[in-house]
């Protein structure tokens, strides 16, 4: 065979090869525009029936994102959740927009664990939780009624996921104070809302509120929403820059947006927050103190007279209306605690069990003829709790508040000194949003709400964080 010949041959070989190549990619290309043009026009149709379905389906092209940088993708998901209440996709709130993307998010999270080989770890406080879920999944043999539980402890499940899915994303400081912030800031954006809608927003009984569409917050869940970021943003304090008092300045519209909800669990669970920041660090405490004074002060200029009047009204008034009514649900709790204080009604059985115990609680006779028909929530995580699980749910549940608090103060005390400054800050920040959770824990049924699983996943992640070389016994 001659030069010639050989030459044609050896550029004849990659021509051969590459041309399959080249066709291929071309199909490829083609296929991923179809897909695409596809997907536009079912997310502009969707779109068209409501704008949730809409975005829904525009952000499926994003997904593979979700599975190639998972805490990027958890941060997306906390600054959808404080709009959770107003993100219903379907009228009966069974599918939610911040549901779905949760999904997507933990699904995407599952497959970069797997595909990466990473242990995904559970302390002890992560135990512990698990534990309680466990129980909670174990009440389906006793439950009264164990059909009606099921969607329940559904979302009890897809809620530890989270926390799990947090605890193993938030695992270094800085991620930890990017998903604050992205949470302040949302919030923050919550709040002014809700201000801008109370010329028209006001209920009959002047409680702010945030309306999108036909959907609204509950304004106690509204406060619900919007306590823990506050206290966050609050012992968080300044950041480095020119910019650097925009956390303090995110206090204003949500403290004002607590105080237009005129929930008094809100507002004190925000003081007791700002209680143990004005003991740990009493310079920021007393900022944070004086920019409330500040509010106060300007309230009147944002909002209705009438307003400010019912929000006072409800303080003075708190024995008078026997606490919204929370004083009997809480005498029906005490009934059921009282008649099954071992296993309990099962879980989730508070609202089928009410009515029954609600003849023989000694409440007020006027509040029983309207509230006649039952099916009322506890408003109190605590008598839920052992009212739904008994003493050994209650135990569990307790024992996983203490041994996350107990990590986030380790962590504190471990870096005030000589540590890091900025674990500190971070440490003492989740140690009063969960002082805050735990006091508004005892007029709300929170544990049913997204933010505090995802605090109790940053205080895990925290841990493994500062954990020292040795440690980690409990980890799985």
């Not at 065979?1 to 990619?25: C, E, F, K, W, Y």
């Not at 940088?69 to 209440?85: K, N, R």
């Not at 303080?315 to 008078?320: D, I, L, N, P, Q």
Request: proline share 5%; glycine share 10%; hydrophobic share 55%.
């Amino acid at each position: 065979m001659n030069v010639a010949t050989r030459m044609s041959a050896a550029i004849g070989r990659p021509v051969a090869r590459l041309a399959p190549v080249a066709v291929q990619d071309n199909a490829l290309t083609v296929g991923v525009v179809a897909i695409g043009a596809g997907l536009l026009v079912a997310g502009g149709l969707a779109f068209l029936i409501n704008p949730k379905f809409g975005a829904a389906a525009l952000g499926l092209p994003a997904l593979p994102l979700l599975v190639m940088y998972p805490a990027h993708a958890l941060l997306l998901f906390i600054g959808a959740m404080p709009f959770d209440a107003v993100a219903s996709l379907l009228p009966d709130r069974t599918l939610t927009l911040t549901r779905l993307l949760g999904v997507a998010v933990i699904g995407g999270w599952v497959v970069w664990v797997l595909v990466n080989r990473v242990r995904v770890r559970l302390g002890l406080p992560g135990l512990l939780l698990g534990a309680y879920v466990g129980f909670a999944a174990l009440s389906y043999f006793w439950a009264d009624n164990p059909d009606g539980m099921s969607d329940q402890l559904q979302t009890l499940v897809q809620l530890f996921l989270l926390y799990v899915l947090t605890a193993n994303l938030m695992t270094n400081v800085t991620t930890l104070e990017r998903g604050l912030n992205v949470l302040i800031v949302a919030t923050a954006l919550l709040g002014a809302l809700v201000i801008w809608q109370i010329p028209n927003g006001a209920s009959d009984l002047d409680r702010g509120t945030f309306t999108y569409g036909d959907q609204s917050f509950d304004p106690n869940f509204l406060a619900g929403t919007l306590v823990l970021p506050a206290v966050a943003a609050a012992a968080l304090g300044r950041t480095r820059g020119a910019l650097g008092w925009w956390r303090l300045a995110a206090i204003l519209p949500i403290s004002a947006g607590i105080l237009a909800s005129g929930s008094r669990g809100g507002i004190v669970g925000f003081a007791a927050g700002v209680a143990v920041l004005l003991l740990a660090r009493p310079r920021l405490g007393v900022q944070a103190v004086a920019g409330l004074v500040l509010l106060a002060m300007a309230a009147p200029l944002v909002m209705p007279a009438s307003m400010m009047e019912h929000v006072l009204a409800r303080f003075s008034e708190a024995g008078a209306d026997r606490s919204s009514g929370r004083i009997d649900i809480w005498k029906v709790a005490v009934a059921m605690i009282a008649d099954r204080p071992i296993q309990g009604t099962g879980f989730a059985g508070f609202r089928d069990a009410f009515y029954t115990y609600m003849a023989t609680a000694g409440v007020d006779p006027v509040w029983a003829l309207a509230n006649f028909r039952g099916m009322r929530v506890a408003h109190n995580v605590y008598l839920s709790t052992l009212a739904e699980l008994g003493v050994f749910g209650m135990g569990i549940l307790m024992a996983a508040f203490a041994a996350h608090g107990l990590g986030a103060f380790r962590a504190w005390q471990l870096h005030r000194f000589y540590g890091d400054p900025q674990v500190a800050t971070i440490a003492l920040a989740l140690c009063c949003t969960l002082v805050s959770f735990l006091v508004f824990a005892g007029s709300i049924d929170f544990m049913s709400r997204k933010t505090p699983w995802v605090l109790l996943g940053m205080i895990q992640g925290l841990v493994f964080a500062t954990e020292r070389p040795g440690q980690g016994a409990f980890r799985r």
